[in-house]
């Protein structure tokens, strides 16, 4: 039923991922509502995002936008004329302090899960970046790297950490492989959801409870507090607005302690 969906949002570039998602969710409309395309109205729609309506803001709107890729490009059915999309809640994003990186990593014994924690808070990679990354895409010699095909479909170069580089070549020394991914599996590469484990039961072993993200938050923020020009962290972090990259701004507070409180 769905095949038209797929084909269309290929043409047109979108990740595997984001046509995964998207079908599911198309799905799970149809499941709920019991009724064919064809007869679907807004109000099913709106039946459908009430069930739902606990979830965030930001699952909501994805299949809000997921719903009418489908019936306005397939269907060609005017349905979204009533629904708006949700506010997103904003929240400051979380940062780790250098100690209790250094700790994350250093709890860590397998080389594979640590070099995963070196260059996600050393390069400010996401998840997915990082675990398709590929052992070509490096250059240690000079120190930096490509993601290619990142979000937006766009690539960029990164920075390596030394500490980054040194367990590198001692991981590829001892690798007996000719697996072209850096994060090797028998079947390709790890999953995001491998890496959100990986950084969990590090965390875990220190006290704390992140997620990968916490670590590229991190990265932005320390390279803030170290007064790096933020259109440079921009690019090292292939952000397309500058505006995205400013909201690590909001999380350092090293400007807030040189505020004296009234009271005192």
Known sequence: MFDILKE????????????????????????????????????????????????????????????????????????????????????IPLVISKENIRKMIESTSNIKHRILIELLYGSGLRAGECTRLRINDLNLDEGYGIIRQGKGKKDRYIILSERFVNDMRNYLSKRKDDNQFIFNTSKGHYSTRTAEVIIGNAARKIGLNVFPHALRSSFATHLIENGIDISKIQMLLGHSRIDTTRNYIKTSVRDLKEIKSPLD
Not at 32 to 43: D, H, L
Not at 45 to 71: C, D, E, Q, V
């Open 8 to 91: 269309e949002l290929e043409l047109l570039g979108y990740s595997k991922e984001t046509i995964d998602v998207y079908i599911h969710y198309n799905q799970d409309f149809l499941r709920f509502i019991k009724k064919e395309p064809k007869c679907v109205s807004s109000q099913d729609i709106k039946r459908y995002l009430l069930h739902n309506i606990n979830k965030k803001p930001r699952t909501i709107n994805l299949m809000i936008s997921a719903l009418k890729f489908y019936y306005d490009r397939i269907y060609h059915k005017k349905l979204f004329h009533s629904i708006r999309r949700m506010k997103q809640e904003k929240h």
